[in-house]
């Protein structure tokens, strides 16, 4: 009977170490269980990456997919037109002329192109449209949100042979592994035919590897970008396109200079045709820069003092005033609001001188007083034929006397011509009346 109770007390025994086992291991498993969970919640949480093309805001990024588009395009071009760049009608010299740089423009293309068409160095030219003897012209670059380290860029521009012809449209997509300095190009047979016209803002699935192995032509160079060198190729930019893409000009005018200055597209093309010999030899020898909410603005001065109003939000996306006066600037207001009244009628007087220099005698004529004009100029041209034949064309203008009486206030301007200083000077009176917020009308001696 002893040895009976003994064994139950051995089984219970055992029993209870089971039990004290299990809870210890579940214990174990549920203190575990909440740790990861802990962990969990302490990691970082995944970046959410912001949906759309947006503007490319770096410009060393823009000159790095610049440069990148300008070397896919020459090598693209010799492929058609290696007789004329190699200078021969020799067959032999030609076919493997096309067929090095064939390679190396294959070398340029991006893998999933190369795959999805089953592309090779031999057939590449086969499955490209022909192209002249062109120059890429960028005209929007956008960046799609990072997802790995390679990064997408949307590229629109033009194929020129020449800046002043009109061109024809091209869209690429090109990728860039900044560890490996390297880039990949997705052709615009490829683009078109998956994405079509892509627009700023757009959300497209582009697939990225997560690096471009590096070969002899599908590297790229860094170079710093100085703000003259980038402040001289948006100052050529606005330039070509006053001479030579009048439409794209206008559209790149501020819309309330626009809205202020011309009707249409036709009457800004007029105008622009108009000065052709000045935007010609236009060249850019000042600027300055703000910075404003939201944009960057820069005032550019050519040699000859004129003005070029351009804000910039992305690099290359701009908007220009072409004078400072037609639409007021920040500044202006600025100042305007903290002057006396005898500031402002002087304020308001350089505009008018600003414009004579510009010879934009409708600003001016819009700025007479109107009994003034009814009496003196009845139209357009009688104003324009008298300043023509009373005062210089460009001129240097020194305010004196000033005098005021209730809302009229005047001034003496002395007027000498800046391209003879041995000149005769001119002296007018004006009177000034000041009206709601910058607006002013005027009068003079005749």
């Known amino acids: 009977m002893s040895k009976i109770k003994n064994i139950i007390i051995i089984l219970i025994v055992i029993l209870l170490l089971a039990v004290i086992a299990l809870v210890l291991v ?10 990861t969970q802990v962990a969990n919640e302490t990691d970082t949480p995944i970046e959410q990456t912001e949906i759309g093309l947006k503007p490319v805001e770096k410009r060393e990024d823009y000159y790095i997919i610049k440069d990148s588009v300008g070397k896919y395009y020459s090598y693209y071009a010799i492929i058609f037109n290696a007789g004329s760049y190699y200078s021969t009608q020799d067959e032999q010299i030609i076919a493997q002329a096309e067929k090095d740089n064939a390679q190396i423009l294959y070398n340029m293309l991006d893998t ?6 089953g592309i090779t160095a031999d057939n590449i030219k086969a499955n490209l449209s022909k192209i002249g ?3 890429a012209y960028i005209k929007n670059m956008y960046i799609m949100p990072k997802t790995n380290n390679v990064e997408v860029y949307v590229v629109k521009g033009d194929l020129k042979q020449n800046v002043e012809d009109s061109g024809t449209e091209f869209e690429l997509i090109v990728k860039l592994d900044k560890t490996n300095k390297t880039f990949s190009i997705v052709p615009q047979e490829y683009v078109t035919e998956k994405y079509g016209n892509i627009v700023e803002g757009q959300s497209i699935e582009i697939s990225s590897e997560q690096s471009i192995a590096q070969n002899i032509n599908n590297t790229y160079t860094e170079r710093e970008i100085t703000e003259e060198t980038y402040l001289k190729d948006l100052f050529a930019e606005i330039r070509n396109e006053l001479l030579y893409d ?10 309330e200079y626009k809205t202020k200055k011309f009707t249409n597209l036709d009457e800004f093309t007029n105008f622009a045709n108009s000065k052709q010999e000045e935007y010609k030899a236009m060249k850019l020898a000042q600027y300055q820069q703000t910075q404003e909410d939201g944009y960057t603005q820069y005032i550019l001065v050519d040699q000859n003092g004129k ?3 351009v804000n910039e939000t992305a690099v290359m996306q701009y908007t220009t005033m072409l004078d400072t006066y037609t639409a007021d600037l920040p500044q202006f207001i600025e100042r305007y609001n903290s002057s006396n009244d005898a500031e402002k009628a002087g304020l308001n007087l350089q505009k008018v001188v600003d414009a004579l220099n510009n010879n934009d005698y409708e600003y001016v004529y819009n700025k007479l007083d109107e009994t003034f004009k009814t009496n003196n100029f009845k139209t357009l041209e009688n104003f324009e034929q008298y300043i023509q034949n009373n005062l210089y ?3 240097n203008v020194e305010f004196s006397n000033y005098q005021n009486s209730g809302e009229l206030h005047m001034f003496d301007a002395t007027f000498t011509d800046k391209n003879n200083e041995n000149s005769n000077a001119i ?7 000041l009206l709601d917020g910058t607006d002013f009308v005027m009068s003079f001696n005749v």
């Open 26 to 35: 579940l214990g174990i498993g549920n203190s575990n269980k909440e740790n």
């Open 112 to 117: 999933e192109y190369i795959e999805a068409k």
């Open 133 to 135: 003897q062109v120059t």
């Open 246 to 255: 009048k439409e794209e000009a206008y559209n790149h005018l501020n819309e």
């Open 307 to 309: 003005y070029y109003i």
């Open 393 to 395: 064309t460009s001129a």
């Open 427 to 433: 002296t007018k009176t004006f009177i000034v009346k």
